[in-house]
């Protein structure tokens, strides 16, 4: 399907000119001869080396060279005068070149330029932390450190938007765990219209990254194989996001360094990526040491252990949940609530629980060295079994009792075949920190089957008849439907805070619990306590992806759906803000857990406080210490706020917590456990006070400049009409090809020279837009957004204004039915405090003053005048050409607008504006002129723009029609 824009498709002319060229005149755009041998080379970059020159250029051709100049290679070579201002430019190339402009160099036109194709609203804090840190900063490593729940990923899809929007990258890679990369790539494309694909397994003998330009891959498949990680490190993308940093970890052992495979990821991708994002909510874990090592990965060589000097550095940025707020000021986050509910085993419960506890501790105290890390982390799952279920206790000692005796039974040799047998059937990851919460369910649920002390076949005779008479206590409290721990959950269930006060509806619930076992038994005794009314979703580590995802989707969509039971496999990814209450059925032994666990419900776009229970089994060895931390964090909360909970792991570490447990269920008197635990008060305080310390600012101040600068985006905003004219006129132009069908846009065939231009550009696009296309949830489609920073988008852009420059320098005359006064228009790069920026400048006679800001959009507004240049006109364009290249600017175009405008209409329109600057409680725009607003006014902190028109003259400009489309109500028009 052709566009009514092809008429454009017209050759550009021009005249030669003769004279000397120097190095320091060398610039983009500027055609010459005698510098290819074949003919005419125009140039399209320069950098400077020394007094020589690194220079790009195009010949006649189309093709590409590079060459290093000097002065000297310059004897013979001359400029083809491109006629500078003479204002007889092509008029339909100069209007394809100003959309080419606007569109290229739309971050500097617009500098929040992601906010306005992005699919989300975004926050103070996302909006500070990619426009005040990552898009400004020295540094091309930075860590993203916000608490969790903060949006992070939003974040990085403004990043990864604006960084190709300014030609930073061309290709990108996002390496995050398994369990979160289809997450990604959704949000990318929901969100941000970025089409990321999905690394499976490299097929073939090439590097497979060279082929997916935007890629997102999971973490444990790259830092596994070596292979892989050779190949990321040779495709050196240029930006590479790491999701889940914190677990690229690395320690001493005593005086040797043992690093992770995850963390040998982590220097690969700092030594090959031009940039590298870190993202994680826990960037200290409490070890200094650790945290020295892990800055490592961001280039920093004995910093220190001070996070703080990061911040002064503009390495780091990291707000905590307290100090997050809507761009209102209100909170962002709700308060959170915990609380403890007991209760206590009934006999058969408790005879059932010192037996098998009196096994796990007899067993455990037989071990020493390596053998009890291994057998005994084994043994101790079967005491967190006890403690979860019935039924998980009961399937664990079926499991085992079989497993042993199968065996046993197979064991004729010697007694070290046993015990080679057994080892190798328990075998795991050498590195434990590396599994997933899925490996490490696995390897617990074979590891406690099999794992024992015996060393021959009598001492494993001996271990299966204790098996045996465990397996039948459990089986007589199963038979019994005896369940204390249950009995105090469907009390729970049944409470006033659990159904909706007007309608009675139940509210949904995530039930956390640490084995799949428990999961099943208590999916079973929940449908029956609903009876048919509510449907009741599973996640565990079995689930598939669709699974998982279909589970999300039923929970947070369905009415029916109110209760989620999962185990912590669901820990990582799940955003189930829909619900705001949960219950720790079982309470983990990493302490981490409890809050990845809370951060699935308390996170942006909760609405209610978030309330918590924890099941706690009175009079029990590990109930004890449960509760006895819990009374401690609960006072802690009372004295220093909710950010105890999001410091508990960092004073509390995992093997810490489980030496108490293993002390508890060894007979440690309690005043032990409570001296223990006293670390817990003092630790809470001073991580509490490391993270004030440790975190970025952001005050009231801040969100309301933040509130004004993203208003004035959004008004500025390039509307996605401009975008699609452009890329239908320039693809017809340069023959490629682009239709229309009913599912969207396809573009069907990109030109060979526009694919030249960068390796991310594909052969063609399918499935595309030109702006967000929203399904009922307001998500994007699944298209493509072909918006400014699109690599096809700015390569269309980029070979444009090599064919469009001399219409553009050329210069053309325009009519502009508003004005009585004639002036000139002049788009030029300025450079100012080390930085490129974009200026249109307006002169109405003399060039002497600095000019007056203009938007853009007004030279894509006017339309071209039939009357050729006068030589007053040519004298100004001169003149001010003149005293642009006197301070310094290149310009880019120029134009000579008349004023078509009879006396009376412009006074019409200057009364107009005077009328409603006067009425106006707000601040003027000073750069009004060609701007689609005259005013702008605040009223309590939300920004309109205001158009005046003179009674009877509707008509608006091509441009201030898109900004009324772009800002719909904050946008208005007053006629007077």
């Not at 790491?242 to 690093?259: I, N, P, Q, T, Y």
Request: aromatic residues 6%.
């Amino acid at each position: 399907m052709l566009h009514e824009g092809c008429d454009r498709n017209r050759r550009l002319g021009s005249s030669k000119g003769v004279k000397v060229i120097g190095v320091n005149e060398l610039r983009p755009g500027l055609r010459l001869e005698g510098l290819h041998p074949t003919g005419i080379a125009e140039i399209v970059g320069v950098r400077p080396v020394g007094p020589k020159a690194l220079i790009t250029y195009v010949d006649e051709y189309g093709v590409n060279h590079s060459l290093v100049v000097g002065e000297t290679d310059l004897d013979g070579v001359r400029p083809i005068s491109s006629g500078e201002g003479r204002l007889d430019g092509d008029p339909v190339q100069f209007a394809l070149g100003i959309d080419a402009l606007r569109i290229k160099n739309a971050h500097l036109l617009n500098p929040l330029l992601a906010l306005t194709t992005a699919n989300v609203e975004p926050l103070p804090h996302q909006v500070q932390a990619v426009y005040e840190h990552l898009l400004v900063g020295e540094s091309d490593r930075f860590l993203l450190a916000d608490d969790p729940g903060a949006g992070k990923t939003v974040m990085a899809g403004l990043y990864i938007r604006e960084a190709l929007a300014r030609g930073w990258v061309n290709t990108v890679a996002v390496i995050a765990p398994g369990s979160l990369v289809e997450q990604w790539q959704d949000e990318l494309l929901t969100k941000f219209g970025l089409n990321f694909e999905l690394f499976t397994s490299a097929v073939g003998d090439g590097n497979p990254f060279d082929q997916t330009p935007f890629v997102i891959a999971r973490l444990d498949q790259l830092s596994r194989n070596v292979r892989l990680r050779e190949q990321l490190a040779e495709a050196a993308y240029d930006l590479v996001v790491m999701d889940e940093a914190h677990k690229l970890s690395a320690r001493f052992w005593g005086s040797k360094l043992v690093k992770s495979k995850r963390y040998e990821l982590g220097e690969i991708v700092r030594d090959s990526a031009r940039r590298v994002l870190l993202m994680t909510a826990t960037p200290h874990n409490g070890k200094d040491e650790e945290f020295a090592l892990f800055l490592r990965l961001l280039g920093v060589q004995g910093r220190g252990e001070d996070p703080s000097e990061l911040l002064d550095a503009g390495l780091m940025r990291r707000l905590v949940k307290e100090q997050l707020v809507h761009a209102d000021g209100s909170p962002l986050f709700p308060a959170r609530h915990a609380a403890t509910v007991t209760y206590r085993m009934s006999a058969l419960e408790l005879d059932l629980y010192e037996a098998v506890t009196e096994y796990v501790r007899h067993e455990m105290n037989k071990m020493d060295g390596e053998e009890r890390r291994t057998v005994g982390f084994a043994l101790l799952v079967l005491q967190r079994r006890v403690a979860s279920s019935p039924e998980a206790i009961l399937r664990s000692l079926h499991r085992r009792t079989d497993r042993l005796a199968a065996e046993l039974q197979r064991v004729q040799a010697a007694d070290d075949r046993l015990l080679a047998r057994l080892e190798a059937s328990i075998s795991g990851p050498q590195d434990a920190d590396e599994w997933t919460a899925t490996e490490e369910a696995e390897w617990e649920e074979e590891a406690s089957a099999v794992a024992t002390t015996a060393r021959t076949p009598a001492e494993l005779q001996t271990e299966i008849m204790v098996l045996t008479e465990l397996l039948e206590k459990a089986t007589r409290v199963r038979e019994a439907d005896v369940d204390a721990k249950w009995e105090a959950l469907a009390e729970l269930l049944q409470s006033p805070e659990m159904f909706e006060s007007e309608s009675g509806a139940r509210r949904k619930i995530l039930i956390f619990t640490e084995h799949k076992d428990t999961l099943e038994y208590l999916e079973d005794k929940l449908n029956d306590l609903v009876n048919g009314q509510y449907d009741i979703e599973t996640i565990h580590g079995g689930c598939s992806r669709d699974e998982r995802r279909g589970a999300q989707i039923r929970f947070r969509e369905s009415d029916r759906s109110a209760i989620l039971v999962a185990t912590d496999a669901a820990g990582e990814g799940v955003n189930l803000q829909v619900a705001h209450l949960m219950v720790n059925y079982d309470i983990p032994w990493n302490p981490n857990r409890l809050e990845q666990r809370f951060g699935r419900i308390h996170r942006i776009g909760q609405r209610h406080e978030c309330h918590l229970w924890n099941l706690v089994a009175a009079e029990t060895r590990e109930g004890d210490v449960f509760l006895t931390l819990m009374q401690k964090l609960e006072r802690q909360r009372n004295a220093l706020g909710d950010a105890v909970f999001d410091v508990l792991g960092e004073v509390l570490h995992e093997s810490n917590l489980r030496d108490l447990l293993v002390s508890a269920l060894n007979g440690a008197a309690p005043e032990d456990v409570e001296r223990e635990l006293a670390s817990v008060d003092r630790g809470v305080a001073d991580a509490i006070e490391r993270r004030r310390v440790a975190q970025s600012s952001l005050t009231a101040e801040d969100v309301a400049g933040l509130r004004q600068r993203m208003a004035l985006a959004r008004a500025g905003s390039l509307n996605p009409t401009v975008v699609r004219e452009f890329v239908i006129s320039a693809l017809v132009t340069l023959q490629g090809e682009i239709v229309r069908g009913s599912a969207g846009w396809t573009v069907r065939h990109v030109p060979e020279r526009v694919r030249r231009v960068s390796s991310a550009i594909q052969t063609r696009y399918g499935d595309v837009e030109f702006e967000p296309v929203t399904d009922a949830a307001g998500l994007y489609g699944p298209r493509e957004l072909l918006a400014p920073g699109h690599p096809l988008v700015t390569a269309l852009a980029e070979v444009v204004l090599g064919d469009a420059g001399v219409a553009l320098r050329q210069g053309v005359i325009l009519d502009d039915d508003r004005s009585e006064a004639s002036y000139a228009v002049v788009v030029a790069r300025r450079r100012s405090d080390g930085m490129d920026r974009l200026v249109v400048l307006r002169w109405v006679s003399s060039p002497d003053a600095a000019g007056t800001p203009v938007d853009l959009g007004l030279l894509s507004a006017l339309l071209p005048s039939q009357a050729p240049a006068n030589q007053a006109e040519l004298a100004l364009i001169e003149s001010v050409l003149a005293a642009m290249r006197a301070r310094g600017d290149e310009a880019l175009a120029v134009a000579y607008v008349r004023g078509a405008a009879l006396a009376e209409t412009a006074e019409g329109w200057d009364n107009a504006r005077d009328v409603l600057i006067q009425g106006s409680r707000g601040a003027v725009v000073t750069e009004s002129v060609g701007c689609p607003w005259d005013v702008q006014i605040e009223d309590d902190g939300v920004w309109k723009f205001v158009k005046a028109v003179p009674t009877g003259l509707v008509r608006l400009r091509a441009h201030e029609v898109a900004a009324q489309q772009a800002l719909g109500d904050d946008y208005s028009i007053c006629e007077f």
